[in-house]
C-alpha cells in the first residue's frame, strides 16, 4: 500500500511541487508558467488527444456502461452540490451552479492521465481516454445550459444555445477530440512523419502540465467559505470515485475501465472549474481554493482508492 505512493503518486506531485515552488521562490514568473500552461493546454495535450483518438480502436473503447456509470454519477454530483450549496451555505443560485460545476468537473486530464499511466500501464488508458473525449463537451453543456437558465429564468433560450456553442469550439482540448474523431472515422491515415512530429510534442505534453499545474497553484489563495470549500473537495474527491464504483459495480464494467472510471473520478476539481466561475463572476474563491486544497488532498484520497482497487 506504501509502495503505491511513492511509486504511483508521488512523481506526479514532485512535478507539481517542482512548478510550485520553482514559481513561488521566483525562478519562474507568472508570466512564464502562463505560456507553459497555454502551450500544454492549447497544443501539446489537444495534440495528445488528437493522435490517441484518431488510433483509438472506438468499438472497444466506448462502452456505454463506462460512460453511464461516469457521467452518472458526475451529474448526480453536480446536483447534489448545487442543492446543497443552495440548502446548507444558502447561496445564490448562481453561486450554487458555479460550485456544483467544481463537484462536476474533475481533473481528467492534468492529474487522471498522469496517475492511471503510472498506476496501471500506458496500455490501459483506453477508459481514460474515452471518459475525456466526452468530457469538457459533456460538463461546460450541463453548467453553460443550467448557469443561463437561471440567469434568464427561461427567457433567453438563443443566447444560452449561443453561449454553450461559444465556449464549446473556442476550447482546444474539444477541437483536439473531434479532429481525432474526424480521422479516426474517415478511415484516413496519419502521414509517418506527421504521426512521428505529434508524437514527439505529447511527449512534453503531461508533464509539462504538471510543472504548470504547480506554478498556477501559486496564484490561488485558499480562502472563501471553508465549509463550502470542504463540501466541495468530499464531493469530488469521495462521493464522485464512489458512486462511479457503485455504477460499475452493478453494470459488471471490465476491470481495466471500472479502475479508468474510478481514479478519473478521484480526482480533484480542474482548473476549468474556475474558468467557469471566473466567467459568471460567480463563487470564484470557492472555486480557486477548491482545486487547491483539493489538488493537495487528492494526494492521500487517491493513495485511498489505489489501495481500494488493488
Given at each position: 500500500m506504501?509502495?503505491?505512493?511513492?511509486?504511483?503518486?508521488?512523481?506526479?506531485?514532485?512535478?507539481?511541487?517542482?512548478?510550485?515552488?520553482s514559481?513561488?521562490?521566483?525562478?519562474?514568473?507568472?508570466?512564464?508558467?502562463?505560456g507553459?500552461?497555454?502551450?500544454?493546454?492549447?497544443?501539446?495535450?489537444?495534440?495528445l488527444?488528437?493522435?490517441?483518438?484518431?488510433?483509438?480502436?472506438?468499438?472497444?473503447?466506448?462502452?456505454?456502461?463506462?460512460?453511464?456509470?461516469?457521467?452518472?454519477?458526475?451529474?448526480?454530483?453536480?446536483?447534489?452540490?448545487?442543492?446543497?450549496?443552495?440548502?446548507?451555505?444558502?447561496r445564490?443560485w448562481?453561486?450554487?451552479?458555479?460550485?456544483?460545476?467544481?463537484?462536476?468537473?474533475?481533473n481528467?486530464?492534468?492529474?487522471?492521465?498522469?496517475?492511471?499511466?503510472?498506476?496501471?500501464g500506458?496500455?490501459?488508458?483506453?477508459?481514460?481516454?474515452?471518459?475525456?473525449?466526452?468530457?469538457?463537451?459533456?460538463c461546460?453543456?450541463?453548467?453553460?445550459t443550467?448557469?443561463?437558465?437561471?440567469?434568464?429564468?427561461?427567457?433567453?433560450?438563443a443566447?444560452?444555445?449561443?453561449?454553450?456553442?461559444?465556449?464549446?469550439?473556442?476550447n482546444?482540448?474539444?477541437?483536439?477530440?473531434?479532429?481525432?474523431?474526424?480521422?479516426?472515422?474517415?478511415?484516413l491515415?496519419i502521414?509517418?512523419?506527421?504521426?512521428?512530429?505529434?508524437?514527439?510534442?505529447?511527449?512534453?505534453a503531461?508533464?509539462?502540465?504538471?510543472?504548470?499545474?504547480?506554478?498556477?497553484?501559486?496564484?490561488?489563495?485558499?480562502?472563501?467559505?471553508?465549509?463550502?470549500?470542504?463540501?466541495?473537495?468530499?464531493?469530488?474527491?469521495?462521493?464522485?470515485?464512489?458512486?462511479?464504483?457503485?455504477?460499475?459495480?452493478?453494470?459488471?464494467?471490465?476491470?481495466?475501465?471500472?479502475?479508468?472510471?474510478?481514479?478519473?473520478?478521484?480526482?480533484a476539481?480542474?482548473?476549468?472549474?474556475?474558468?467557469?466561475?471566473?466567467?459568471?463572476?460567480?463563487?470564484?474563491?470557492?472555486?480557486?481554493?477548491?482545486?487547491?486544497?483539493?489538488?493537495?488532498?487528492?494526494?492521500l484520497?487517491?493513495?485511498?482508492?489505489?489501495?481500494?482497487?488493488?
Open positions: 506504501f509502495q503505491s505512493l511513492i511509486d504511483v503518486i508521488l512523481p506526479v506531485f514532485l512535478v507539481i511541487g517542482a512548478g510550485y515552488l514559481t513561488r521562490l521566483g525562478y519562474f514568473r507568472e508570466i512564464h508558467i502562463d507553459l500552461m497555454k502551450f500544454t493546454q492549447g497544443f501539446a495535450i489537444p495534440c488527444l488528437f493522435l490517441a483518438i484518431a488510433h483509438l480502436d472506438l468499438s472497444a473503447s466506448f462502452d456505454p456502461r463506462l460512460l453511464a456509470s461516469f457521467y452518472a454519477a458526475a451529474g448526480l454530483c453536480f446536483l447534489i452540490g448545487m442543492v446543497g450549496a443552495r440548502l446548507i451555505f444558502r445564490e448562481e453561486d450554487c451552479i458555479a460550485i456544483g460545476f467544481c463537484c462536476l468537473f474533475s481528467s486530464v492534468l492529474l487522471g492521465l498522469p496517475i492511471t499511466e503510472r498506476a496501471f500506458p496500455g490501459n488508458l483506453t477508459g481514460n481516454y474515452a471518459i475525456i473525449a466526452f468530457h469538457s463537451p459533456f461546460y453543456c450541463v453548467g453553460i443550467v448557469m443561463e437558465v437561471f440567469r434568464n429564468r427561461g427567457n433567453g433560450g443566447r444560452m444555445i449561443k453561449s454553450v456553442l461559444s465556449v464549446m469550439f473556442k482546444a482540448l474539444i477541437l483536439g477530440i473531434a479532429l481525432g474523431f474526424a480521422v479516426n472515422l474517415s478511415g491515415g502521414p509517418a512523419v506527421v504521426d512521428e512530429a505529434l508524437s514527439l510534442i505529447t511527449l512534453a503531461l508533464p509539462g502540465a504538471l510543472f504548470a499545474l504547480g506554478g498556477v497553484l501559486v496564484q490561488y489563495r485558499p480562502e472563501g467559505d471553508l465549509r463550502a470549500i470542504v463540501f466541495v473537495c468530499c464531493i469530488s474527491l469521495i462521493l464522485h470515485p464512489s458512486l462511479v464504483w457503485l455504477f460499475g459495480t452493478t453494470l459488471s464494467l471490465p476491470q481495466d475501465l471500472f479502475r479508468s472510471g474510478v481514479l478519473t473520478a478521484a480526482m476539481p480542474g482548473f476549468n472549474a474556475y474558468i467557469f466561475a471566473n466567467i459568471y463572476g460567480r463563487a470564484k474563491r470557492v472555486a480557486a481554493s477548491s482545486v487547491l486544497i483539493g489538488t493537495a488532498a487528492s494526494i484520497s487517491v493513495w485511498l482508492w489505489l489501495t481500494l482497487l488493488g
